[in-house]
């Protein structure tokens, strides 16, 4: 990717923590597949009925006035936009996201270095990843409390990743930090899921504030477009604003003024 980069849904909320996985995969994910495998529109452009509410309006107007706020090229942002050059690499993140157990958003995994890797998965009580007894990982909008403590704990331990454990790979995708921080933050989600956004207002600047350069984030697309039907066209803009080297400026952007483009 470019620039070193309803809620009853696959939404995670507080409690419970977890959806079920059929719901989910019967839901979002099957949609996603079925979206991806034959519907190609411009993004952003939502013109049928999805899970039974008409789309809102054409939300790409929103997305072309986000890049003229943060001084992008206009002509080459639209360009990026209507080619829809990086649809497939938005289906890329999701399949990745499903082959290491990402069931919904926002799904969280941390490890040193480039390492990032768990052996359990989260239960309906317990919204952690582990590796070994160091929790790795976590799902959901939790409080910034819990993510200290995963990367506390990740500081800490000597765990070691052996060969059953699952690796979550960094990708190309966009990166926020030094390529040698200690430590790695992989996020699996989406720009119009509202307990991703409830995660950037309460706990995603403070991740920074308190780690500053000892971590490197990395933004993974997890589009659930059966359910928020624009959130592929937000990934794919995105990663045009990626292209003039703003893509996390243009991430803060989109989260910022959801209720704009989203509803």
Known sequence: MSEKKQQKSTDQTSSPYLIPLAIIVAGGLVGAGIYFGGRREKPGVQQEEVAGEQVGEDS???FEKYAADLGLNAADFNAC???GKFEEEVEKDLADGQAVGVS???TFFVGRGGVVAYDKAPT??????????????????????SFEEVIEGVLASSAVVG????KISLDDDAAKGPSDAEITVIEFSEYQCPYC???????YQKVFEKYGDR??????????IMMHPNALGAAVAAECAGEQGKYYEYHDLLFKRTTEWAE
């Open 215 to 224: 971590v490197r984030y990395i933004f993974r697309d997890f589009p659930l």
């Open 81 to 83: 936009l209507n080619s």
């Open 163 to 166: 060969e059953t454990a699952t």
């Open 104 to 106: 919904g958003t926002p």
């Open 60 to 62: 790409s107007a929103f």
């Open 124 to 145: 309906q009580d317990d919204p952690f990843f582990y590796l070994g007894n160091t929790k790795v990982g976590l799902i959901g909008a939790q409080p910034f409390e």
């Open 197 to 203: 956004k409830r995660y950037v207002d309460d706990a």
